[in-house]
């Protein structure tokens, strides 16, 4: 296929966005994409050619995981020179976990890749899916002044939002209004005009695309709350396999002061076990030392993540165990942006 100007590639996952309703059962099912202009013909107003693929077996987002991230970042490397931009329709519910995943999987990305999808069905009369996916093909084929693409990350857009796909996490289970980013500004507001913050923007790379196929899931999260007991927390620092946990405190990155608590951190942490602290707060940053109750865990050796919230604390970490073992290494990227996912 030779390369074209103007042409998305539409990657179909799975997700409440691709289903329609059967006329004879009344039951919600996966929708044909051969028939995309007759489902949605406001498309046909676009100069851009529109190619699909979609998932043999469409998947349910509670379901995604890593070795999906893995075929969305193959099949992005296969068809990059082919396509100017790149929508992939997927279940919202953890959409904001595979943003974050392809934004460390897709080194030196100089095209958008926008993931989108909706709270109803395409197929229903009231569906946010159309003009959620009509504004991601725009945002997709949209270039600048220099003719190349105008966004160069992975996005999310969602309800006439454009958010970095690793600063984003999902809020709300019933409105249209169902993600934010607390912690980093938006990237575009669809209204009348597509307004683009293009001072957001992550700037244009310098080396061709490099693609990571390697994560390491060998991870867990430990989520402090008051009263959480010594066989809870022994129990995750202890699991077998793990290699690194996200310890999810209080405030600004805050943990009980209580000798048991701070001396299993501490053991686990000389063992060998990386973990990283982010705040359970959806938006502010952990300050590892702004209070004594965190400055303890500063001391042991726990490793402060900033403002990154957890989608990308998650997804950073599976990312960099896949790429080395050395922990020195590992410790010191978690502390700085690699994707724009923590402010430096």
Known sequence: MKKQKNSILLIYTGGTIGM???????????????HLYDQIPELRKFSVRIDHHSFAKPLDSSN?????????AKLIEKNYDKYQGFVILHGSDTMAFTASALSFMLENLGKPVILTGSQLPIGTIRTDGKENLITSIEI????????????????????????????????NSEHFRA??????PLLAEAGVHLNYNAPAFLPAPKKALKVHTRLEPSI??????????????????????????????????????????VHALEKAIRRGL??????????????????????????IGVTGGGDMNIEAAVTKLMFLLGQTSDRKKIIAQLKVSLRGELTD
Not at 140 to 164: H, N, Q, S, W
Not at 227 to 243: F, H, S
Not at 274 to 299: D, M
Request: with cysteine; proline share 5%.
């Open 20 to 34: 329609i309703t059967d006329p004879e059962s009344g039951q919600l099912r996966p929708f044909d994409f051969r």
């Open 64 to 72: 995604m995981r890593p070795e999906i991230w893995v075929q969305l």
């Open 140 to 171: 997709a084929a949209m270039t600048g002044r220099d003719d190349k693409p105008l966004v160069r990350e992975v996005c999310i857009y969602f309800e006439y939002r454009l958010y970095r796909g690793n600063r984003t996490h999902k809020f």
């Open 179 to 184: 993600f934010k980013s607390p912690n980093y």
């Open 220 to 261: 867990a999260i430990l989520k402090l709350f008051p009263g959480i007991t010594p066989e809870v927390v022994d129990c995750i620092l202890n699991a077998k396999g793990v290699k690194a946990v996200v310890l999810e405190t209080f405030g600004s990155g805050n943990a009980q002061t209580d000798a048991w608590f």
């Open 274 to 299: 990386i973990v990283l602290n982010i705040t359970q707060c959806s938006a502010g940053s952990v300050i590892q030392g702004r209070y004594e109750t965190s400055s303890q865990l500063a001391r």
